[in-house]
């Protein structure tokens, strides 16, 4: 290995690591802030332990994470990348990345609310499916 990327690789991880901290709490709360926020909306998801991902299973009224995942685009503007992509294991599920700010995750969150694509607003009759 070129010698410089390995004097790199020994500096970044035995210097300081504050960087680090103050990364991991920034994804920490923006985890906190898209999977309550979904959930509050009816699409539950669980926290991830330590991740900047979140995978989602796909809300019960759809079949294809593929499908959702354009529905999430044209309807929410929301970018979602299905589980599908991944492989067949990834199927019924999306994933979600942790790298907009706070505000962006809140008008997500927003934005999939007023889009009625989820169970709950189904039923409601305002998505027609």
């Known amino acids: 290995m070129f010698l410089p990327i390995q004097e790199a690789a020994i500096a970044a991880i035995t210097g300081d690591q504050s960087c680090v901290r103050t990364t ?7 985890r906190n802030i898209m999977c309550d926020g979904f959930t509050s909306i009816g699409w539950k998801m669980d926290r991830p332990p330590a991740t900047m991902f979140v995978w ?3 809300p019960e009224n759809y079949v294809s994470s593929e499908k959702f995942a354009m529905d999430m685009v044209e309807k929410a503007g929301v970018l979602v990348t299905p589980g599908s992509a991944f ?12 790298v907009q700010d706070e505000e962006a995750l809140h008008k997500a969150i927003k934005a999939v609310k007023e889009s009625y694509i989820l169970p709950e607003q189904v039923t409601d009759g305002r998505n027609g499916r």
């Open 24 to 30: 991991m709490k920034a994804y920490e709360k923006r």
């Open 56 to 58: 989602a299973a796909i």
């Open 87 to 98: 492989g067949p294991s990834g199927e019924g599920f999306v994933r979600l990345a942790l």
